[in-house]
């Protein structure tokens, strides 16, 4: 069996109930991807915040997908709660 190359929200949930940690949907965003060229790529996805921090061994599966990558997510009004953030993008991030 192949290995899968992008994260799908199932798999995603899942993932999270196995590590017992929670998120909740930050909604629809769109990822920009400045190329070699000068070019820019948008991505759009979703962006969710992760109740609890996620260790280097987490973080490091979470990236093993093509589509994935980890933001910090910082309060306007209290800048010192800060989270975890994953954007699963509905193609790969280049």
Known sequence: MRKKEKLDFYSFVKYLENINNSFYSHGRNTLER???DNSVIK?????YKISKPLTDEQKEYLLKFK????????????????HNAVFVGDKKIF
Do not use: D, H, M, W
């Not at 991505?43 to 962006?47: A, E, H, K, P, V």
């Open 34 to 36: 400045t190329l070699e």
């Open 43 to 47: 991505i759009r996805g979703f962006l």
């Open 67 to 82: 589509n994935v990558r980890l933001f910090i997510s910082q309060c306007q009004y209290a800048p010192e709660i800060k």
